[in-house]
């Protein structure tokens, strides 16, 4: 999977938008761009993924940049449930269909 | 719907001995994934099944590591003579295909201590 770049950690207040950046400046035409987080304790889970348009589902909304080199994840009110890794990830055809997880962003919510 | 299951949840085994760990996927998924991910570290991959094709072990750490799928179902992670740098929690995960566009579902992990 191409490579994908995100601040290590982030807070946010209870009850606020938040924004979780995502660099990918090689990114091909092909490649999805991908959303996962892990909770404390827990298997990572899906949230969200998209090619070119914006993507919106009940979790998050993908925000994805007009030359596709970065993107952002936007939680529309953070609740204390939402701290957790959050992972952007890259998926091409040449990958060899594993997700390779990067680092992640750390996002701690304040009451 | 059921999810991904794995068993044991948790694993106690003595340095040197060999261990299973299991993978139920979600029924009708062709795709299962083995990650690694030792205390405060990201996740390892390991290796990863697609339907009957040969599956893709270039994330298996040492020759110790092996893993199969029976039946294009279940799949079972086995680990020979344990090393105490084993310790981690194993995640297995499943996807509908392995395609980009498809989302994987992880499952909750098994704990593996090697003491």
């Known amino acids: 999977d191409a490579k994908t770049t995100q601040p290590n950690s982030m807070e946010s207040n209870e009850e606020e938008p938040v924004h979780l950046p995502c660099n990918h400046s090689t990114i091909s035409g092909t490649d999805y761009i991908h959303w996962y987080r892990q909770l404390p304790s827990q298997g990572p889970e899906y949230v969200i993924h998209g090619l070119t348009s914006n993507v919106n589902n009940r979790m998050a909304s993908l925000a994805i940049a007009e030359d596709r080199k970065s993107s952002t994840l936007i939680l529309h009110r953070a609740t204390l449930r939402d701290a957790a890794v959050y992972y952007c990830i890259l998926r091409d055809r040449n990958a060899g269909n594993m997700l390779t997880f990067g680092g992640g962003t750390r996002l701690m919510v304040k009451p | 719907g059921a999810g991904v299951s794995q068993s044991p949840s948790n694993k106690v085994t003595e340095k040197g001995k060999d261990v299973e760990l299991r993978c139920d996927p979600i029924?009708?998924?062709?795709?299962l994934y083995w990650y690694r991910q030792s205390l405060g570290q990201g996740l390892e991959f390991l290796i990863y099944?697609?339907?009957?094709?040969?599956?893709?072990k270039s994330g298996l750490p040492s020759d110790r590591f092996s893993a199969e799928r029976t039946g294009g179902s279940v799949s079972t992670l086995t680990i020979q003579r344990t090393q105490q740098e084993d310790s981690a929690v194993y995640l297995c995960?499943?996807?509908?295909?392995?395609?980009?566009?498809?989302?994987?579902?992880f499952g909750q992990g098994t704990r593996l201590t090697v003491v």
């Open positions: 995960a499943s996807s509908l295909d392995g395609t980009r566009n498809t989302e994987a579902f």
């Open positions: 099944f697609q339907g009957n094709s040969a599956p893709d």
């Open positions: 029924s009708g998924h062709t795709a």
